[in-house]
Structures are given as structure tokens and as C-alpha cells.
């Protein structure tokens, strides 16, 4: 009976540790989405000197994660990339954009 209790008590303790890395980790693949999209977008604007058209296909999901879905809203000086999660997060949507400005700042 007390080994079930310790390994009840250590299953209380490890199982929020586990899913908070798990979230956070969630989180740090859409930020590798994010600025892989961020150098696409700069790749464009150093061939034409503007960001407008530089984003993928609204189609493609080849910056989306199993949690997040990365937008990008461009004009031709400025862009804003946004994650927006599917699911629980603790910090809601990420945001970065063209003068590398991050939104929430305390989740990069």
C-alpha cells in the first residue's frame, strides 16, 4: 500500500512537470516555424525590394505545426508573422515582424 502511494504522489508531481515541457516544446517548434518563415520573407525582399507576394501559398501548410498555424500578413515594407495555437497555451498567439519585434515578449 505505501508503494502505491509514493508512486501516486510522484505521478502527481511528474505528470504537470511533463505536460508543461511538452507545451513548451510545442511552442519552440512554432517559433523555428516562425522564423523560417521570417527568412523567406527577407530572402523575397532582398530580391525585390518589397514583402508583398513573399508569403507561401495560403494552401501550404509547410510552416504549420500540430499546434499552430503560422501566418503571414505582408504589405510591401512591413510584415507581421503570427502562431496562432489549436489548442491549450500559456501564451496565446506569437507574433514577430519586420523590425524582429516579438509579442509576448516573456515567451520567446
Given at each position: ?50 514583402y508583398e507576394g513573399c ?10 505545426t500540430d499546434r499552430y ?40
Amino acid at each position: 500500500m505505501i508503494v502505491i502511494g509514493i508512486i501516486g504522489i510522484l505521478a502527481a508531481i511528474a505528470y504537470p512537470a511533463y505536460r508543461d515541457y511538452v507545451l513548451r516544446s510545442e511552442r519552440v517548434e512554432a517559433q523555428a516555424s516562425m522564423m523560417e518563415l521570417v527568412q523567406v520573407l527577407e530572402r523575397c525582399f532582398t530580391l525585390n525590394n518589397s514583402y508583398e507576394g513573399c508569403e507561401p501559398e495560403p494552401n501550404t501548410d509547410a510552416f504549420d505545426t500540430d499546434r499552430y498555424t503560422v501566418i503571414a500578413n505582408t504589405d510591401a515594407l512591413t510584415y507581421t508573422v503570427t502562431a496562432i495555437p489549436t489548442g491549450a497555451s500559456q501564451c496565446g498567439t506569437l507574433t514577430i515582424d519586420q523590425a524582429g519585434i516579438r509579442d509576448p515578449a516573456d515567451c520567446w
